[in-house]
């Protein structure tokens, strides 16, 4: 398995940036994806996941700090998964990282400041 994140750079308050995390490895549409953020000297956090699309369609779920600004989503004809994070706040500087069940992406440094 193999998940490779890209997007990540500078911008500042109020910018957006969209993260994408190509997969290969594994059967991408049959697995739930997330995203988290590890900013520094704290915790991993989840920001947001999404499941497999079923016929009502994928379900999403956002960390309350997120909720309103970004937007996940996947594209399972080209095994990657998007994180579309608009509204920028210096507080949303981290590395962010794709997960799916027990693997990690390298990781993507997004960095908020003025």
């Known amino acids: 398995v193999q998940l490779v994140e890209s997007g990540g750079g500078l911008v500042q308050p109020g910018g957006s940036l969209r993260l994408a995390c190509a997969a290969s490895?594994?059967?991408?549409?049959?697995?739930?994806l997330s995203w988290y953020r590890q900013a520094p000297e704290k915790e991993r956090e989840l920001v947001a996941t999404?499941?497999?699309?079923?016929?009502?369609?994928?379900?999403?779920y956002y960390a309350d700090s997120v909720k309103g600004r970004f937007s996940i989503s996947r594209d399972n004809g080209k095994n990657t998964v998007y994180l579309q994070m608009n509204n920028l706040k210096p507080e949303d500087t981290a590395v962010y990282y794709c997960?799916?069940?027990?693997?990690w992406g390298q990781g993507t440094q997004v960095t908020v400041s003025s």
């Open positions: 997960h799916t069940q027990s693997y």
């Open positions: 999404i499941t497999t699309i079923t016929t009502g369609g994928a379900r999403t």
């Open positions: 490895g594994f059967t991408f549409s049959r697995y739930v």
